[in-house]
């Protein structure tokens, strides 16, 4: 028993070149380039026709203004009330920084007639730390801390006026 071969379809040939080197039948590139060019024109023309557009619609707006009354022309001219807007508040911040730093870093008088003055800060602690906090008067508020108060609370006890 033979067996005979039954004859086969033989392979397509293979093209010497490759031609494009890509499948030519997937895609058709010129609609592609096309369809990007009319996009971009349609975008182009539409972004004039809305230049156009608001052109005309400032000027048809214009023309619907009436003109202000002086004395309404006179009220835009003032300034705003405070508070304004600060146009250098970095400078703004510095100046009033150095003052305060002028401030507390110098003797002035406070009140020349009564005899109160203002120490610099320094000076003031280091006199509060060497004679410490003074005793006050029970009815007088403007006076030093009373020692009650002065004293640290202790955790759970009640407040200084026995009361919570």
Do not use: C
């Amino acid at each position: 028993m033979s067996i005979e071969k039954a004859p086969h379809a033989s392979p397509p040939s293979v093209p010497a070149s490759p031609g494009r080197g890509y499948e030519t039948r997937d895609t058709n590139n010129r609609f592609i380039w096309w369809s990007g060019l009319v996009l971009v024109a349609l975008v182009g023309v539409s972004s004039l026709l809305m230049v156009f557009l608001f052109d005309f619609f400032a000027e048809r707006e214009a023309r619907r203004q009436k003109p202000l009354s002086p004395v309404a022309a006179a009220v835009t001219r003032q300034r705003p009330p405070e508070p304004r807007l600060q146009a250098n508040p970095v400078a703004d911040y510095k100046a009033v920084r150095e003052a305060e730093e002028i401030e507390i870093h110098n003797y002035a008088f406070i009140d020349a007639k009564a005899g109160i003055v203002r120490l610099p800060i320094e000076t003031a602690m280091d006199l509060l730390a060497a004679r410490g906090i003074p005793a006050s008067s029970a009815g007088d508020p403007n006076t030093a801390i009373p020692s009650e108060a002065a004293a640290p609370a202790q955790v759970g006890a009640p407040p200084a006026g026995g009361h919570r």
